[in-house]
Nanobody, 122 residues
């Protein structure tokens, strides 16, 4: 098991920034690919971004150029820096860990956090 705890969500105006954190406990954090997903009300959970063990990243088109994922293996933490936020970024954001390689597919992830709410006002 790899318990994951997200933090850093909140209410921000459009154009603003937030930084989400996801702290892991247990397991070998550095061996996992990490991902961020989000789920807006009434919509399916969708992939946002992911980072592999060596720091390679992938992004959804909707956030590329605005969001940045990073990881600190010593702190067992993955971060999501979100800039130029839009109202359509409003969602519950989840981090997830994958034993396999980096993927944009939900089913590739083995462990999930409880989520943190991000609300962007217009």
């Amino acid at each position: 098991q790899v318990p994951l705890v997200e933090s850093g969500g909140g209410l921000v105006q459009a154009g603003g920034s937030l930084r989400l954190s996801c702290a892991a406990s247990g397991g070998t954090f550095s061996s996992y690919a990490m991902g961020w997903f989000r789920q807006a009300p009434g919509k399916e959970r969708e992939f946002v971004t992911g980072i592999n063990r060596s720091g390679g990243t992938i992004y959804a088109d909707s956030v590329a150029g605005r969001f940045t994922i990073s990881r600190d293996n010593a702190k067992k933490t993955v971060y999501l820096q979100m800039n130029s936020l839009k109202p359509e970024d409003t969602a519950v954001y989840y981090c997830a860990a994958a034993r396999g390689g980096l993927s944009a597919t939900m089913t590739s992830y083995d462990y999930w956090g409880q989520g943190t709410q991000v609300t962007v006002s217009s």
